[in-house]
C-alpha cells in the first residue's frame, strides 16, 4: 500500500519528494541515474506518466525502473487511459476538479475500471486541480479545460474542499509541466488550511529554493519533472532541502531556506 506513505506525511509534517518521469522523454541512463539517487535515499516516490505517451518501449522503461529500485514505490499519473500497468505500484486516479469537462470527472474513469480492477492496482481517488502557472501548459491543452487562476486562492480551496467531500483520498495541485511561475504559497496554504487531505504539489519546480516554498508553505509532497529530465545531479541538493523543510529542527531549516536559487 502506497497510500499510507502520504497520510502519515501529512499527520507527521514529514514532507516527501516525487520525481515525475515522462516515458517519452525517458532514456536508459537517466533512469538509471535516478535510481541510483533513490536507492541513496534522495527520492520518496516516483510518479510514471504524461500528456502524450507514444513511446513503445514505456512498458520495458518501467520495467528496468522497477527492476532498479530497493522499494521506491511507482505511482502512475496518467494522462491518458492507455497508460495503466500493472507494473506500477499504485495510480493516481485523478479527477480534474478544476475543470468542467465530464469526461476527465467520470467519462474515462468509466472506460478503465474494470482494466483497475484486474491489474489490482491501488488506486488512490486524486482531486486534481490546475492553476494557472503563466503560460498555457500541456495538460491545459489537452484536458480543454480552464486553469484556476493564480491569484485566486478562495476559488483553488473551494476547490479542494469540494474534492474532499465528494471522497478524494489526495489533492494535487499543478500549475503543469514546465509552467513558467509555480504554484503560489498563499494558494497552496489556503487549500492546505481548508482541507486535512495530502497534498500534493507540481509545476515549474526547477530549484531546490521553489521545493522549499513549496513544502513550508503547506505541500506534502512535491513533484519535479521537467527540471529533472536533462540533468538529475542536483537531485542530492533538492533532496536535501525537502529533507530541511521536513524537521522541526530550526537550524536544519536555516540551511534549507538558504539553498540557492538556479
Ligand atoms: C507536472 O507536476 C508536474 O504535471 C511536474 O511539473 O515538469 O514542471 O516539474 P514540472
Do not use: C
Not at 504539489?201 to 526547477?206: E, K, P
Amino acid at each position: 500500500m502506497v497510500y499510507p506513505l502520504l497520510t502519515e506525511a501529512r499527520a507527521t509534517g514529514k514532507k516527501l519528494l516525487a520525481v515525475l518521469i515522462d516515458p517519452d522523454k525517458a532514456r536508459r541512463d537517466n533512469l538509471r541515474q535516478l535510481a541510483d539517487y533513490a536507492n541513496a535515499g534522495n527520492v520518496d516516490v516516483f510518479l510514471w506518466g504524461g500528456s502524450l505517451v507514444n513511446a513503445p518501449q514505456a512498458e520495458y522503461y518501467l520495467k528496468l525502473l522497477k527492476s532498479s529500485l530497493n522499494g521506491t514505490p511507482i505511482i502512475l499519473f496518467p494522462g491518458s487511459v492507455y497508460q495503466l500497468d500493472a507494473q506500477a505500484d499504485a495510480l493516481f486516479l485523478l479527477s480534474l476538479i478544476s475543470g468542467r469537462n465530464p469526461d476527465l470527472l467520470i467519462g474515462r474513469h468509466v472506460q478503465v475500471a474494470s482494466r483497475i480492477k484486474q491489474m489490482k492496482l491501488e488506486a488512490i481517488p486524486t482531486g486534481y486541480i490546475l492553476i494557472d502557472g503563466g503560460k498555457p501548459t500541456s495538460v491545459s491543452y489537452m484536458s480543454n479545460t480552464t486553469p484556476i487562476p493564480a491569484d485566486k486562492p478562495p476559488i483553488a480551496a473551494a476547490t479542494a474542499l469540494a474534492g474532499e467531500q465528494l471522497g478524494m483520498k489526495v489533492i494535487y495541485m499543478d500549475a503543469g509541466s514546465g509552467a513558467q511561475h509555480p504554484i503560489a504559497g498563499k494558494v497552496i496554504k489556503a487549500v492546505r488550511n481548508e482541507v486535512g487531505l495530502p497534498i500534493v504539489v507540481g509545476g515549474g519546480i526547477r530549484t531546490p529554493a521553489r521545493a522549499a516554498l513549496a513544502l513550508e508553505a503547506g505541500a506534502d509532497m512535491i513533484v519535479v519533472g521537467n527540471g529533472l529530465e536533462k540533468d538529475s545531479n542536483w537531485l542530492p541538493e533538492l533532496a536535501a532541502a525537502v529533507r530541511a523543510a521536513s524537521t522541526s529542527d530550526p537550524e536544519l531549516k536555516t540551511a534549507g531556506a538558504g539553498v540557492h536559487d538556479k
